[in-house]
């Protein structure tokens, strides 16, 4: 059986794979800083589950922080941010419920839907109109699993979908929400830090009102570089997952120096920290997003998502050729993701682009300037380039 051999070299590559949004991964700087000082002060565990021993300040001014920068009453946050959606959304919601779910969701909140026991109803892809009809024909009978009327009707939808880089359409979501009297939850994993004037998300990318959500939910993995997940919302709902939920009783809690990290870049992001650098953050990843998407159109790549999206899938749909051309690019000294079946459907191969504030335009046209000499190798440039000098500086 082949297998993989470490080689004995090392090479640096511009990663283009990695989540780090807003550039927070460094192991120097502010809350590198800050991680090292809590590990001093507090340790590396707090031996427990927040219902017995886990339970401590950090935490708890962590869940202040996270409330604060979402614009939500309050927040409770996990280690796992999988496991943010699988254990919490059984707590939401049960057998004599309704869910919605766009049909992309990720698998963490599937597994969540599942193991809920709710009746599931999945809906188009970024489709408020068809989560309308799928959520008026169930409301014409009773629920198949209790015979009775559904006691409670929940959507369930992402800020940026992870391998369309499509961004939600919110407000028409909010708008079904509220005329079906439903409950709204929003998977901001992908976007909460990378979207937005100061990277708040997808809510504040549309100028709603986060009270509109009920359910607001993010990693701490990604943007803010640490790990974790979090649920925001009305303090009766935090309340009632505090209470209910299987991860408060049986997960273990964040380590101090996670907390710390997510608790100093957040403070960043607000300008707590007396300095614009957050909002330079959040202004050079719009950037960089809408720049890197221009140039690869124009090249004649076929792309998918949002031009304000920092998640940009480049499709080969072939599989044998995405295999081969992160083979090729990564002898360029680039590095990325490729994706193939069964995390995407078998003819619909992608290599992913997962950019940050921390790339240079100097990075970002030296990776150009690789892609279009592998798409070429390789025969995935499916469009027609057009003149470079058309392009849109930002």
């Not at 460094?26 to 707090?46: M, P, Q, S």
């Not at 919490?88 to 597994?111: A, E, F, W, Y």
Request: proline content about 4%; charged content about 20%.
């Amino acid at each position: 059986m082949p297998c993989s051999k470490y080689t004995g070299q090392e090479s640096d590559v511009i990663n283009l794979g990695s989540y780090n949004y807003l550039g927070f991964s460094h192991n120097d700087g502010t809350c590198a800083e800050e991680a090292a000082a809590y590990i001093d002060k507090y340790g590396v565990h707090c031996g427990g589950n927040r219902h017995e021993s886990g339970a401590h300040k950090a935490h708890e001014n962590l869940e202040k922080c996270v409330a604060r920068y979402l614009g939500a009453d309050d927040a409770i946050c996990f280690p796992m941010g999988f496991a943010t959606n699988a254990m919490n959304i059984p707590s939401l919601v049960d057998k004599g419920s309704l869910i919605l779910s766009d049909s992309l969701n990720h698998s963490s909140l599937v597994l969540g839907c599942r193991l809920s026991g709710a009746v599931i109803k999945v809906f188009k892809h970024n489709s408020a109109a068809d989560c309308e009809r799928k959520l008026r024909d169930a409301l014409c009978s009773t629920s198949p699993k209790t015979g009775k009327p559904y006691n409670k009707i929940l959507i369930i939808i992402e800020g940026i979908y992870s391998m369309e880089g499509t961004i939600v359409d919110l407000k028409a979501f909010i708008e079904v929400k509220k005329k079906y009297n439903a409950y709204l939850f929003l998977d901001e994993a992908h976007s909460v830090g990378a979207l937005g004037p100061t990277g708040k998300g997808v809510v504040e990318y549309w100028g709603c009102n986060p009270k509109d959500v009920d359910i607001l939910m993010g990693t701490l993995t990604k943007s803010f570089a640490s790990a974790g997940g979090y649920m925001a919302g009305k303090k009766e709902v935090i309340n009632h997952i505090r209470i209910h939920s299987a991860g408060p009783c049986y997960g273990a809690t964040m380590s101090p120096p996670l907390v710390a990290q997510v608790e100093s870049a957040m403070k960043i992001m607000l300008g707590e920290d007396g300095t614009e650098t957050g909002s330079q953050k959040a202004v050079q990843l719009l950037r960089n997003s809408r720049y890197f998407r221009r140039r690869l159109k124009q090249m004649g790549f076929m792309i998918y998502g949002h031009d304000d999206s920092p998640v940009v899938p480049l499709m080969t749909f072939y599989i044998t050729k995405v295999v081969e051309f992160s083979r090729r690019i990564l002898r360029h000294n680039i590095g990325l993701v490729a994706v193939g079946y069964p995390a995407t459907p078998l003819t619909k191969a992608r290599v992913r682009f997962c950019l940050s504030a921390d790339h240079t335009r100097e990075q970002l046209d030296y990776v150009l300037d690789a892609l279009r000499v592998v798409g070429e190798e390789i025969h995935v440039i499916y469009g027609n380039p057009e003149n470079d000098a058309k392009y849109i500086e930002y």
